[in-house]
């Protein structure tokens, strides 16, 4: 971390496309600031992005912090004001549905597991959830959640938790919670052959799936190189690759995933590579078809039934044309439908009697 404070606790910038950097913002550490910020930013409805500083505030435990884009500060909550509360904020923030921020802390809580956090745009502050520890501690519970959350299309968030589960390696857990509190351990990671140590949050697949990666495990040795993973939000789980010592695949993914335009996800290892500093790798991700683009259509009786692989959450209005060169599209009346958890989809319009020679669109609507 730099910045101009004695502490070198960091800064925030803005920096343009063509490279037009400013400084926003120096963390001083002290009591009315953060210090160390980790997590990314997230822009919220309002314009303004808000973050999490791993340490300073009133208690040193860390801050969750509001900037505008003209570098306007505001410390919203500062962490350890309440019994059992969390410390420090290593990952970013998530908005859910319904406007608030949620968050997870490293440490802190009722065991110094860590926690789960929401946080009103106004600064309302409450522990959603207490780490328990895991197996050791006679429970399915992970702790120390380094990685942020991931909202779900059923409204939930989704996250990984570095240590705990049911297993007695303590490796690492992904779990679901509600924005009420309620949580679900949906999977516990057992090392070899699965992976082992999620240090990174989960990211949501144009599928409806979640994917992940693991810091070690995996099947070339026990606690070793690292994983991806998917999972569905009912806890389906499926190894897709285990990283090695060869030095053109990288080992010990820290960071998370993101999916490209492509349908492919991309990230970043810590170690190996043909410097041994590290990789940036591609999972080609195998999906049905590319989203969005209708992959059939077929004639069933005096029905026209329209294949596409969706997204999750938009919803798909089929519409017609008699002709293409006027430009008029009409929506077929009662035909809008909506797959909360993406992928496979299919569209029907049922026409009692075969209609005449018509063109078909969907419009999607985010």
């Excluded at 971390?1 to 606790?9: L, V, W």
């Excluded at 009722?110 to 502050?125: E, Q, W």
């Excluded at 999906?287 to 683009?293: D, G, K, R, T």
Aim: aromatic share 14%; glycine share 18%.
């Amino acid at each position: 971390m730099q910045g101009t404070n004695s502490c070198k606790c960091g800064n925030l910038f803005r920096i343009s496309p063509s490279g037009s950097y400013s400084n926003l913002h120096y963390f001083s550490g002290l009591t009315n600031d953060g210090g160390s910020p980790n997590g990314a930013l997230i822009q919220s409805s309002d314009g303004n992005f808000y973050g999490t500083a791993f340490g300073g505030g009133t208690h040193g435990a860390g801050v969750v912090f509001r900037i505008s884009p003209g570098g306007s500060y505001t410390n919203l909550y500062s962490f350890g004001s309440i019994p059992a509360d969390g410390s420090g904020p290593r990952g970013g923030l998530v908005q859910g549905s319904d406007g608030n921020f949620y968050g997870t802390t490293v440490s802190g809580g009722s065991n110094n597991f860590g926690t789960v956090f929401r946080l009103s745009p106004a600064g309302d502050y409450a522990v959603l959830h207490r780490f328990a520890g895991g197996f050791f501690y006679g429970n399915d519970d992970g702790h120390a959640p380094y990685g942020p959350l991931a909202l779900g299309p059923d409204g939930n968030l989704y996250g990984t938790a570095s240590l705990g589960g049911t297993n007695n390696c303590s490796c690492g857990v992904v779990y679901r919670i509600t924005p009420a509190g309620s949580y679900t351990t949906l999977y516990s990671f057992h090392d070899y052959p699965d992976g082992a140590n999620p240090e990174a949050g989960l990211v949501l697949g144009s599928d409806g799936n979640f994917y992940g990666t693991t810091y070690a495990g995996g099947t070339n040795n026990v606690y070793a190189y690292g994983t991806v993973f998917r999972i569905s939000p009912g806890g389906a789980y499926a190894s897709l690759y285990s990283f090695g010592p060869s030095t053109n695949r990288g080992s010990y993914p820290q960071s998370g995933l993101v999916q490209g335009s492509d349908g492919n996800f991309y990230g970043t290892t810590y170690e190996s590579g043909t410097g041994q500093r590290g990789t940036v790798f591609k999972l080609f991700a195998n999906l049905a078809s590319p989203a969005n683009q209708m992959n059939g259509v077929t004639v069933a009786g005096a029905d026209v039934v329209i294949t596409l692989a969706s997204v999750a959450g938009e919803t798909y209005q089929l519409q017609y044309a008699t002709e293409l060169t006027s430009g008029n599209w009409y929506d077929v009346p009662g035909v809008a439908v909506t797959n909360s958890i993406g992928g496979p989809l299919t569209v029907t319009n049922f026409g009692g009697a075969l209609s005449p020679s018509r063109y078909y669109r969907l419009a999607i609507t985010p």
